[in-house]
C-alpha cells in the first residue's frame, strides 16, 4: 500500500515464535507486505517449552513435528497417593523446535519476509507509522511499518517501550530432558505440594528413553524442587537443561493505535497450566483479523481497540476464571492438598473430571468438581 512515507511496511512481527510467526502468515495470505525478526540464529532454539498441546492446535498449524500422543495424567499428592485421569481424545507432545519452524514456513510461504539474528533494540510508536530499531548480524538497522505486532515473549521490548507495562505474576521454570523412562507411557505425571514446587506444580511428559521433567514455581526459583523431582528419576541422567519465565497474567491493555500485543507478550497464557502455545496462536488469529481490518480502512487504529475487547470477551474471560484460581491455589499447603486428594479420589469425581477435562479451559471442570463437593474450597483455607 502507498502510505506517503518511503520504505514503510504494512506489519513488522517481532518475535518468530509460534504467536508471531502465526500472524505473520495470516498478515501475508491477505496481501500486505510483513517482515518478520527473530532475535536467534534459528527458529524454535533453544527450546524452552514440553510441547503439550491440545488437538486445537492442528486447526491452526499444518504440522508434522509430533513427538507423541498422551492420554491420560498421573496426579500425585504430597502424601504419595496419586489419582488418574484419562480423556478419550489423545493430547499431542509436540517436537518444539521443528513445530516453531512449520509456523515459520507457513509464513514464509504466504510471502511474509524474515530476519533471523535480527535483535528488535527499541520500538518508538509516532502518530502515522511505528519504527523498529534493530540489530541484525551486528549491525544497527531501523525499520518503519505501519504497524507493529509485539510477539516477542516474555521480555517484550513492544510492552516495555510502547506500553510501558511490567510483567509481574511470573512462573520461573526448569525443565531437564532426562535418560529414563516411566511407568505409565500414555500419561504424564504431575506433581504437586511443597517438596517439587512452589505455587505451581512439577511434571514428567513420557518420550521413549527420554523423559520431559520440569518444575515451576510461582515467584520463587524452581532450581531447589527441580533438584528433589529430578531425583525421581535417577541421578546423573540430565541430557540437557532448560528453563525460562512464564507470564500468568494478561496484560491490562492489548493494544495502541499502531500495536497489538500477542501470546506471551501479552501475557496470553493460561495460568493454571503455562501452557501458552493454543492461546498464543488464537490471540494471533484474532489480531491478524483486526490489523487486516486497520489496514483495509485507513489505518485509524479504531479496528485494533476491537482485537484487545474480543480476546477480553473470548479466551480472556477463561485466563481471568483460572488467574483467581490460581491465585487461591498458589496458596494451597500440602496437609490441604491431602486432604483434597481424600475428597477428590473416588469413581464419581473423577468421572466428571475425565468427561469434563479440557487443557485449554479448565475452569467448566473446576467449577462441576467444586458444585459436587463443596467442601474442597473449605480445605484449600485450611
Ligand atoms: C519450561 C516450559 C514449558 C512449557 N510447556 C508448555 C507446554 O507444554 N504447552 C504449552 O502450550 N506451552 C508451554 N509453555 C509456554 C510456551 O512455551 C509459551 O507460552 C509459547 O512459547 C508462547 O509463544 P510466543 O510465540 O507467544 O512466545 P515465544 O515462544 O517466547 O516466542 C517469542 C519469540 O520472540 C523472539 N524474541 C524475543 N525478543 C526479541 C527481540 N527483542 N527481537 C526479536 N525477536 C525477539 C524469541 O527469540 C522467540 O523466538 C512452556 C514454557 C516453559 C518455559
Redesign the pocket.
Known amino acids: 500500500m502507498d502510505y506517503g512515507l518511503e520504505n514503510v511496511k504494512d506489519v513488522i512481527v517481532?518475535?518468530?515464535?509460534?504467536?508471531?510467526s502465526f500472524a505473520a502468515y495470516r498478515l501475508a495470505r491477505a496481501g500486505f507486505s510483513v517482515d518478520l525478526?527473530?532475535?536467534?540464529r534459528e527458529v524454535g532454539k533453544p527450546v524452552?517449552?514440553?510441547?503439550?498441546?491440545s488437538q486445537r492446535v492442528l486447526q491452526y498449524v499444518r504440522t508434522r513435528s509430533i513427538a507423541g500422543t498422551v492420554r491420560g495424567a498421573n496426579i500425585f499428592f504430597p502424601n504419595g497417593k496419586s489419582i488418574h485421569i484419562e480423556k478419550d481424545d489423545p493430547t499431542i507432545v509436540l517436537f518444539r523446535d521443528s513445530f516453531d519452524k512449520d509456523v515459520a514456513a507457513m509464513a514464509i510461504g504466504a510471502g511474509s519476509g524474515i530476519r533471523i539474528n535480527?535483535?528488535?533494540l527499541s520500538v518508538t510508536e509516532h502518530d502515522d507509522h511505528v519504527t523498529v530499531r534493530y540489530r541484525e548480524n551486528g549491525n544497527i538497522r531501523e525499520e518503519d511499518a505501519m504497524i507493529v505486532v509485539g510477539?516477542?515473549?516474555?521480555?517484550s521490548?513492544v510492552r516495555r517501550d510502547v506500553y510501558r507495562l511490567r510483567q509481574r505474576h511470573v512462573v520461573s521454570?526448569l525443565?531437564y530432558d532426562m535418560a529414563s523412562t516411566m511407568d505409565d507411557e500414555d500419561s504424564v505425571s504431575v506433581y504437586l505440594g511443597s517438596k517439587y514446587t512452589h505455587g505451581f506444580f512439577g511434571w514428567a511428559v513420557p518420550g521413549g528413553d527420554i523423559v520431559r521433567v520440569?518444575t515451576g514455581s510461582y515467584r520463587a526459583s524452581a532450581r531447589p524442587y527441580m533438584e528433589n523431582l529430578s531425583h525421581r528419576f535417577g541421578d546423573n541422567r540430565v541430557l540437557g537443561i532448560?528453563?525460562?519465565g512464564?507470564p500468568i497474567r494478561m496484560a491490562e491493555r492489548l493494544n495502541t493505535k499502531r500495536t497489538v500485543l500477542?501470546?506471551?507478550?501479552g501475557g496470553i497464557?493460561k495460568p493454571l497450566s503455562?501452557?501458552?502455545?493454543?492461546t498464543?496462536i488464537f490471540s494471533s488469529d484474532v489480531a491478524a483479523r483486526y490489523v487486516i481490518e486497520d489496514l483495509e480502512n485507513g489505518n485509524t487504529g479504531t479496528a485494533l481497540k476491537k482485537y484487545d475487547r474480543e480476546i477480553r470477551a473470548t479466551i480472556g474471560r477463561e485466563l481471568k476464571k483460572d488467574s483467581m484460581v490460581q491465585s487461591i491455589y498458589s496458596r494451597i499447603s500440602d496437609r490441604s492438598f491431602n486432604r483434597i486428594y481424600g475428597m477428590i479420589s473416588n469413581e464419581k469425581i473423577i468421572d466428571v473430571i475425565n468427561r469434563s477435562g479440557d487443557i485449554d479451559y479448565p475452569s467448566t471442570v473446576i467449577i462441576k468438581v467444586l458444585l459436587r463437593n463443596p467442601g474442597i474450597l473449605y480445605s484449600m483455607w485450611k
Open positions: 517481532i518475535g518468530a515464535g509460534p504467536s508471531g525478526l527473530e532475535e536467534h524452552e517449552c514440553t510441547g503439550l498441546v535480527a535483535r528488535a510477539a516477542d515473549g516474555i521480555n521490548v521454570t525443565q520440569g532448560t528453563g525460562a512464564i500477542v501470546g506471551d507478550a497464557v503455562g501452557g501458552g502455545i493454543y498464543g
